[in-house]
């Protein structure tokens, strides 16, 4: 049996509902706060047990979350009782060997663009799936496994992928990288795992300032990618393009999605697509039936608002997703309810969030969200942040009235943390007070 101490995490989820499917018993425990991830887990009737030494018995293999450490009570009963023990990693990389692995990093795209692939090799060909959003799909017959690699402390330097994408090169986790150079370096030997090739993008700045010894391709806008959108139209309905491989057309594309960064997530899969000789207008048929992972730009209709989650957290996501929000409803006021994630990152992009932010109609700004730090150990105060924007003001999600007020608004919470139960709030005091029956 798999026992995975921290079996709520996003990606310790997906490899708890992976394992299941491939035929194993697996539980695990964590927490007993909700949270999103749950959802596979209790569709697949994975136990999730509070944390408990007493839930560490003999027959176990145990694999232990990132965020779990060897003090945890758990993990010295399973090092008391001699238990193998993998790390998330570890276990990963095991998985990696079974099947034709794409892995797909960087600092920002990696979820959509790992969902992307899935949906389109796994309607081709069949295909397992690792998503950080918490989804974790597989079958032994499957050839393709599609794996979102993250960056964070190296994790991703532990694979072995046939093809590497990636999709962008960016300084963001300044509680472990040094700098840019830190973290091109790594990705430098992320690439160098590769078996087969690289496929990056080419637009971006720093891709080409890798030395890559495996072949490496490059997709993207600019003339001198291999791989080109052309004649590109960006609408309310989405996005078209024409795509050339080296100077030779390729294919047509009508795709609902918006923004530059969504129109380059496509790029990236549509590239894998023609390396692995699939057809073009297949390819177009199944990414225009796209759906998002969870916590991607998911949208719900509540009166005559729109409400947007999204997981962005670095200021490069939310200006993307701010500009995805203005591209599909021009018409509509843009009121942001921004959760800041880590006190590093806050501090460390301060004067990025402040001018990004200024571009909404209004801006609502929540506590810093400690993740991973410690209160007080970084120098920051969020209401310097909101001080700085002259539309802006602290919320929490106990504040709930304070959105009621908006109509024909788009209403973008935007957050790693899981604002489920805010924007539930929201929606249920917003029926109750619009959708009263009038009094004659």
Known sequence: MYYLIGIKGTGMSALACFLHDLGYEVKGSDVETHFFTEKGLNERNIEILPYDEKNITKDMVIIKGNVIKDDHPEMIKANELDLKIYTYQEMISKLTKMFMTITVAGCHGKTTTSNMTYQVLNAIKGANCLIGDGTGIANKENK?????????QRHFLSYTPYYAIITNIELDHVDYYKDIDDVI??????????EKMVIACGDDPYTHSLEVSKPIFYYGLDDDNDIIA???????????????????????????????????????VISLAYYERFDAKEVSKILKEYHAARRRFNETQV??????DDYAHHPTE???????????????????????????RTKAFKDEYIEILKTASKAYIMDIYAAREKKGDIDIDINDIIKAIPNAEHITEQETDKLLKYENSVLLFMSPKDLTSFEQDYINKYHETHDKPSEN
Request: glycine share 6%; net charge negative.
């Open 230 to 268: 052309k004649d590109v139209n960006y609408t309310e309905n989405g996005v078209t393009f024409d795509v050339f491989v080296e100077d030779n057309y390729y294919g047509h594309f009508d795709l609902p999605l918006y923004g530059k960064h969504m129109l380059l997530n496509a790029l990236a």
């Open 318 to 344: 939310l200006k993307c997703t701010i500009k995805s929000a203005r591209q599909k409803y021009p018409d509509k006021n843009l009121i942001v309810i921004w959760g800041p994630h880590t006190y590093s």
């Open 185 to 194: 370096d790594a990705f430098t030997e992320y690439a160098n795992n590769a």
């Open 303 to 308: 009166g005559t608002n729109i409400l947007i």
């Open 144 to 152: 393709y496994f599609v794996l979102e690699a993250c960056e964070y």
